[in-house]
């Protein structure tokens, strides 16, 4: 049952949600942001399928169950008429209405169509250096808001903080954990990927591949471009590196320059290593134009 008795799934109910939602879909998806998804202040909840659980012979009537349907039910409290955004975080989403509940933790939409962003250029992934203590999901939490496309773990040589066995693979569940949450948040249709934790060698592979790839490291004797002034390109890869407190070792950096990477500084200022990742990318997503 939806709020105080109302019926759900209803002809009356789904005719006048579906009246509803159709124009206002129709608006949003006339303004579309250059992310390519919706421009929308609805809340986001992620979907595994979307195919299974819309129900055979019941024109888009769509059932969000399990984790976030409880969050929709019993946290958001949602009601009948309200708009909400159904996403799978790999790119798919739909704008729906929310016809009613059922329980707790069943919230039932009205789901007329299933929409695929168009992939964004360039890609913008960054390799960060493991921080101390829970700074690794801030970096996480921050540089999704922003809008990174992929985020790799690397274990570098100055690292304090060390990845393994069991310890390194829950380390890497709250990564990807906090990445969902802030996609959510941030009102994102393609949540960015975390990759496993990376070698240095392996990161170096990851540079060879890339159409622009850059190390922040600052060195008084060698000296460092500035990254607001790099030439960038409009499409492929963007692979920015972010070391650790201690900076980048000079093996490592070495390792990365024969790669093709270069070294580059945001500012006179020091960040720290949980901080730069993110303004490094919002200057990416600036002067690539994805955020115009």
Known sequence: MGGAGTP???RAARGAARGDTRGRTRRRQDSV???GGPAMTAPVFVVEHFVEQTEPGTGGRYVLDGPEGRHAVSVKRLQPGEDVILTDGAGHWADCVVLGTEGKDRLIVQLDSVNEAPDVQPRITVVQALPKGDRGELAVETMTE??????VPWQAARCITQWKGERGLKALGKWRATAREAGKQSRRIRFPDIADAATTKQVAALLAKADFAA???SDFERGSAPLATAELPDEGEIVLVVGPEGGVAKDELALFEEAGARAYVLGS??????TAGTAATALLLGRTGRWS
Not at 146 to 151: E, K, L
Not at 269 to 274: D, H, I
């Open 8 to 10: 759900v799934g209803t």
């Open 33 to 35: 942001v250059s992310q």
């Open 146 to 151: 922003v809008g990174v496309d992929a985020i």
């Open 215 to 217: 190390v922040l490291h």
């Open 269 to 274: 200022t020091v960040l720290r290593t949980s």
